[in-house]
């Protein structure tokens, strides 16, 4: 089994660099007690099998291998239809591993494309559709529930244009469902009608699915090599099986984040310093955001928990929301995610000596220079006793990426044990789909639509 | 002159529907006051000539078209290399105009691509380097100061490559500069070597310069209608030269914003329901982050004021952020972005009447549905007294461009006299600007160079 290689450094969180700001022994100790506690907790949670995003790693492959291979005979092009947990991790690796240019375009000469329509935009959509030749173009349809309004209209509009197009058995040939074992529509549909079909784990929700079917079919088809992915999974949690506080950088990651989001840091900003890792930190942002925003009673009262997070990239946001980060309300932690090597890189010639503003550029690479910003900018938030962890990858490929998905996913469980909430549900979102339901007219939905009429103010407050 | 159509809609900011957490008439009148008494102040800075993005709308293109027309002739590509404000502006309007599929390609037949580059990131800009034709690409490089270490870095290298490609004369035909018109290097570099440019006016920032050449060159050359961008914005400014509160809907928002932000509001989502808007958010996230995002010393206390803005966009953050938006902290306001009319719609054909979570979808549209979802949306937060801004868009064009971003430029102006900030500079960006010179060895900056070794610690907190 290889090394982990990602590391954490909490250097910039400690009361030694930035005074009051920062966390000492004393938190520390007691912190270690807490998560020690926790972690007896989540082992129990997970042997009772609710944690099924831990055992990902182990799966076997055969399937989806077999499945990739078959959909490569056949196709150009494999379209997720999906959104949230459906869409976010095979876009975020797919960009991280192709680069933000090569996203839906082909890995290498052979491999398919991927495109992951995560909207319900008639624009975006039809504009998809009419890019792809439908002939060489395969439709994964992923929703557990099989009842996603989003995924499942987009799904019927290219059920009628395939049909129509090719008929009924060339059609259903072009569709791959993903989604429950045993419930749910999709799971209907293909009793009558032969659609190849994966099975998500019950156990395992869509935010911390990229690393089952619902990520991997389509990462195998863009040619990506997923067993190394579950490799690097399985690294990061050989290596987070500890309930030690400082030798489990998942379980550390939580606890600073959770006790600065306890003083009053409400937003947690991932800022990778690569713009291909921008789809990682929205992947990011939805498994902190839907995990840990949460209403819970206490003692009769409601307390809203959960930290927000901003998806961000440097170098480039050094020039749109550092001015926020270094002055505004202190009401950030910052997590860097840093590059050991980009892969390539660019000497910066030594052109125009003699303007003094460019020279020191000269004879230095452009991986220097992001790498020297990604420091400074830390050092300069330090300064300013403002926190920020440093996520350390040496580079991104599939051994790494894998490590981080995971890392991530455990601080994420951990986080929600630390503020005594269940990060496995969003009950808050189900109110919102019963108002949609009501205005396209579902039976049964009736108030929901009356509810939105008596909220209508006939345009006296707009201008 | 056309009429503005762009709307603020504010009815979920209102005591009468969120109960306590909404403002009522007491709170207007309040504050319509002090908005009449800024929006004096703002007069004056605009007649002394501080808020050029106001004259923007006036300006005279023809140099902009000339130089366009003159680039098309030569070229199928245009690189913008800047970052920031010299970027996010083209980007937002390009990818909303094309749609997002689109952008980087030809708006039209005939019509150039546009590629922004806006990161020091070497994979990044190695890949799109190795994507184009350099024989038929002209690189525009943005820069008032010409200092910017990211964007001087790209230039040096791409002048490079030019000239050992095709000769010094050939190379110098392919760069155009917009910069400052009597200042900075890259002026000096201009005297000297005949390269296109164009000035950007020295009372326009980075992040209010998307209507001056800085947005309208890539604009114009991508094919868009720039004239129609400023008519767009004139119509805006029109109905936004009013003091009165009630009848300045840039006013009107800020007001709100800063209201809720008073409230502990610190974070304002702006989300449209509309992928293509995703630039627009994130130009927005700049604008409202680095102008509002200020350190001011009142009465010998420091003050942190600003609202982070975060970039999100509807249905899809529905299944990433809403879970967080719902029941999270009550720490947000969210701007809703709609479209009347999405330019293109899909039916939704009724197969399996027989299935009930999918037969109501039949005979509906994607447009139909991405709309109720954003109406159901504000709904269910206001039932849980979360308040909502919506800014109705009838469509995506330019003429509706061009108002939108009038109305947030003026509207963050407004933000920051409500804050009594100064919204038109960045001082914080400074420290990691003068770091980052130490790490790249630049003369002048060896202290910051060993302050940042003072902060190593060996690896001692990574683990």
């Known amino acids: 089994m290889p090394q982990r290689n990602v590391k954490l450094d909490y250097a910039f969180c400690l009361d030694k660099i930035l005074g009051e700001a920062g966390f000492g022994d004393t938190w520390f100790k007691e912190m270690a007690g807490q998560v020690a506690d926790l972690h007896k907790q989540l082992q129990e949670r997970h042997q009772a099998g609710e944690l099924g995003f831990m055992d990902l790693a182990e799966q076997d492959l055969g399937e989806i291998k077999d499945l990739a291979g078959r959909i490569a005979l056949m196709a150009d092009n494999l379209v997720v239809l999906g959104i949230g947990g459906s869409a976010l991790g095979a876009t975020a690796v797919d960009m991280a591993l192709k680069g933000v240019l090569r996203h839906g375009k082909p890995a290498e000469p052979g491999a398919m494309r991927l495109f992951v329509a995560d909207n319900s ?6 504009e998809l559709l009419d890019q792809l030749d439908l002939t060489r173009t395969v439709f994964n349809v992923v929703s557990k529930s099989g009842s996603t309004a989003e995924t499942m209209s987009q799904f019927l509009v290219v059920r009628d244009i395939l049909e129509l197009k090719l008929g009924r058995e060339e059609a259903l040939k072009r569709l791959v469902f993903t989604t429950d074992p045993e419930k749910g529509n999709l799971r209907a549909i293909a009793s009558d009608e032969p659609v190849a079909i994966l099975n998500v784990p019950p ?23 997923v067993q190394v992915l579950l490799d690097g999974a399985a690294a990061m949690a050989a290596d987070c099986g500890s309930g030690r506080l400082m030798k489990n950088p998942a379980y550390l990651l939580a606890a600073l984040a959770m006790g600065f989001a306890g003083r009053g840091r409400n937003v947690l900003v991932m800022m990778p310093y690569a713009s291909d890792l921008m789809g990682l930190a929205q992947w990011f942002a939805q498994l902190w955001a839907e995990s840990l925003g949460k209403a819970v009673s206490l003692d009769g009262h409601q307390v809203n928990s959960g930290q927000t997070p901003v998806a961000a990239v440097g170098a480039t946001d ?4 550092l001015q926020l980060y270094m002055e505004g309300p202190a009401d950030k932690l910052i997590m860097f995610l840093t590059l050991g090597n980009y892969g390539r890189d660019l000497e910066i010639p ?36 403002r926190p920020s962890l440093g996520l350390r990858l040496p580079e991104i490929d599939e051994f790494v990426l894998g490590q981080v998905i995971y890392l991530l996913e455990l601080a994420t469980v951990m986080a929600g044990a630390l503020l005594n909430i269940n990060p496995l549900d969003q009950p808050g979102v189900e109110l919102s789909k019963k108002l949609t339901y009501g205005l396209m007219g579902r039976k049964g939905f009736e108030d929901q639509a009356a509810h939105l009429d008596a909220l209508e103010t006939g345009g006296d407050y707009v201008i």
């Open 318 to 321: 050094q020039h749109s929301q």
């Open 121 to 126: 935009d008639p624009r975006l959509f039809g």
């Open 350 to 385: 030594g052109l125009y000596p003699e303007i003094e503003a460019l020279s020191y550029l000269g004879g230095r690479t452009m991986a220097e220079l992001i790498q020297a910003e990604a420091r400074a900018t830390a050092a300069a938030l330090a300064s300013q006793s």
């Open 203 to 225: 156990n395992v929700g869509g935010r911390f699915s990229v690393l089952s079917p619902v990520g991997l079919l389509p990462l195998a088809c863009a040619g990506h090599d």
